[in-house]
């Protein structure tokens, strides 16, 4: 039973730049979220898919969208990039019919915008 | 004052003994809530989860909800070197994280 899977692994930009990152989500699950998290913090929620709809948003700004496709298969796009935004990039997978949608993570994206 | 809280520690505790991570939240409304574990340079990983008041074990570990008082916690009995990571606390269905408590197991 494949996990959540992530791609790619580490990706480096320079500021103004635009990047996808990629999740497969764990068989049987329908639901994506993603989450940034900086160094010595906690995950933040950036936002939720589900029936090819973003569901929920964080408080993160428009440069941040994403996409579910129909395979339940998510992207997490970043438009011009800052150095802010050099993060560890967490994708989860949850079901929408399980009892309070636990949530579990891929490996993540490392970031580095320089 | 923050959604979540958690003492950033570290917290060191000697092999063999009773591990003690605590969590507050903010929300009444919160129905669920989460423990994960966190090695460096990993993603975060699912312990466990309650959302009932009282106590919920599994192995070796035990947590602990008190929704009338907004706190949560996580025990870690037999605490061995491995265990030695950051662990998370999380709450409701979009997930609001704590900063974390790093956890120090010496042998």
């Known amino acids: 039973d494949a996990g959540v899977t992530q791609s790619p692994t580490h990706l480096i930009k320079t500021r103004g730049q635009q990047v996808t990152l990629r999740c497969s989500p764990k068989s049987g699950h329908d639901t994506v979220s993603w989450y940034q998290q900086a160094l010595g913090q906690g995950p933040q929620f950036i936002f939720q898919y589900y029936e090819e709809e973003e569901r929920q948003r964080g408080n993160f700004p428009d440069r941040f969208s994403g996409h579910q496709f129909p395979n339940y298969s998510s992207e997490l796009n970043v438009n011009a990039l800052l150095l802010g935004d050099s993060a560890l990039y967490l994708c989860?997978?949850?079901?929408?019919?399980?009892?309070?949608?636990?949530?579990?993570f891929g490996p993540g994206t490392r970031l580095l915008v320089l | 004052q923050k959604e979540v809280e958690q003492n950033s520690g570290p917290l060191s505790v000697p092999e063999g003994a009773i591990a003690s991570l605590n969590c507050t939240y903010s929300d009444r409304g919160s129905q669920s809530f989460f423990w994960y574990r966190q090695y460096s340079g990993k993603s975060p990983e699912l312990i466990m989860f309650?959302?009932?008041?009282g106590d919920k074990e599994d192995g070796r570990f035990t947590a602990q909800l008190n929704k009338a008082s907004q706190y949560v916690s996580l025990l870690i009995r037999d605490s061995q070197p491995s265990d030695s990571a950051t662990y998370l606390c999380?709450?409701?269905?979009?997930?609001?994280f704590g900063q974390g408590t790093e956890l120090s197991v010496k042998p």
């Open positions: 309650i959302y009932s008041n």
């Open positions: 999380a709450v409701g269905g979009k997930l609001i």
């Open positions: 989860a997978s949850s079901d929408r019919d399980s009892l309070f949608e636990t949530q579990y």
